[in-house]
């Protein structure tokens, strides 16, 4: 924390010792401070989360958006504690019902997951993740939004969530305007708040908007400390902290809850192979990929089926519902590979057998795809094997 001569404090982050020096990033506005104005040292970040939180925003250090008081829980948890131990560990759990089709089967989600969603500007990620949040089941859920626009984190609660789900879910928020030093904290205040769930058994459905912000955060404290820059202008960095953050997510050790965790990712330019998106793909459980085509047609969720992948699967399902889903993904893709064919109108019925079938079953596919339903997994499977059949 430093002091100005009025006695005026801002908060603010130690990011460098250097030769006998200590390098800290105010957390807020500096006018009126000087070179000598001294600084206070208040020791390592931590939280201390409480079920009475449950229903409320909090900003990145864990106080009430609206200014009100918060309880304070009787255990403190640092804000870059280290994951559970690998060996500890539980295996991913089972299938969770999602309410929609397409998680339903294609790209199950199960306990403990880690999956991250990809997608551009404007192609219904947002809209996607409110969905999931609202439906995946879950004994509390926390979402994480950083650096949004500051009109949306209200419209996010209000509009996407809803009072339903906020009654099980805690919102943290670092808005656009803030210092990257806050935007990267609002992740790790978030990632406490699920621990300390996580480690009072409960299951904790966690999400973060997004993970690409976070790494541009880290990516310009870095560059104010000197660290030498890589792809994209990236520091080295970046990839030790985006893992170490994931990896704190997942499956608890034995006695414990679980971290079921969704990330999206911002896709600059629809590049999906730029930095950030694929160093997530490696380190998560899978990956879901929003498609702009996909939403132009109309059809929303805008998953592209075929480019997507839940790596809880086949141990997800049974040996026919693998044998559905591999029949299901065959039309798909033999109906995608012959779309300009089709558009052009050059398709001739009889001469292929296959692709008949795939364009009999092509709108009803569509319509399976977008669905959002309240019927069980085994309901989604039913529905899909008479597409199939």
Not at 91 to 99: I, M, V
Not at 296 to 325: H, I, K, M, Q, Y
């Amino acid at each position: 924390m430093l002091k100005d001569a009025s006695g005026r404090t801002v908060g603010s982050e130690a990011v460098l010792l250097e030769r006998g020096r200590v390098c800290v990033l105010p957390e807020g506005r500096t006018e009126g401070f000087a070179l000598g104005d001294p600084a206070v040292y208040l020791g390592p970040s931590s939280i201390a989360p409480h079920p009475g939180w449950i229903g409320h925003v909090l900003n990145a250090f864990g106080d009430s958006f609206n200014g009100g008081q918060l309880p304070v829980g009787a255990r403190s948890y640092s804000l870059q504690g280290a994951p559970p131990e690998a060996t500890s560990r539980k295996a991913l759990g089972p299938r969770l019902e999602t309410g929609l089709s397409i998680f339903n089967t294609f790209l199950p989600i199960v306990r403990g997951q880690r999956l991250g969603i990809f997608a551009g500007s404007g192609v219904g990620k947002t809209t996607l993740l409110g969905k999931l949040l609202r439906s995946v089941s879950a004994d509390i859920v926390v979402l994480v939004l950083v650096g949004e626009r500051g009109r949306e984190v209200q419209e996010f609660v209000n509009a996407v969530l809803g009072k339903d789900a906020m009654k099980r879910c805690i919102v943290v928020a670092a808005t656009s305007d803030q210092p990257a030093t806050i935007k990267r904290r609002a992740a790790y205040t978030g990632m406490a708040i699920a621990e300390c769930f996580r480690d009072d058994g409960a299951h904790v459905l966690m999400a973060v908007d997004s993970i690409t912000r976070f790494a541009e955060a880290h990516r310009d404290v870095a560059a104010a400390i000197g660290e030498f820059p890589t792809v994209r202008g990236y520091p080295a960095s970046t990839t030790r902290l985006v893992m170490e953050l994931a990896e704190r997510a997942g499956p608890g050790p034995e006695g414990a809850g679980d971290i079921t965790a969704l990330f999206s990712v911002l896709v600059a330019g629809s590049d999906f192979d730029e930095p950030i998106s694929d160093l997530m793909r490696g380190v998560l459980d899978g990956h879901v990929i929003l498609d702009r085509e996909i939403a132009a047609r109309g059809r929303f969720p805008a998953v592209d089926v075929l480019l997507s992948a839940s790596r809880s699967l086949p141990d997800a399902a049974t040996s026919e519902e693998n044998e559905l889903l591999a029949k299901a993904r065959n039309l798909i893709a033999m109906y995608e590979q012959s779309r300009i064919m089709i558009d052009a109108g050059l398709y001739k019925s009889g001469a292929n057998p296959s692709l008949d079938r795939a364009v009999l079953t092509h709108e009803e596919m569509e319509l399976f795809l977008a669905r959002v339903e309240t019927h069980s997994i085994e309901e989604s499977f039913r529905r899909l094997s008479k597409i199939t059949a």
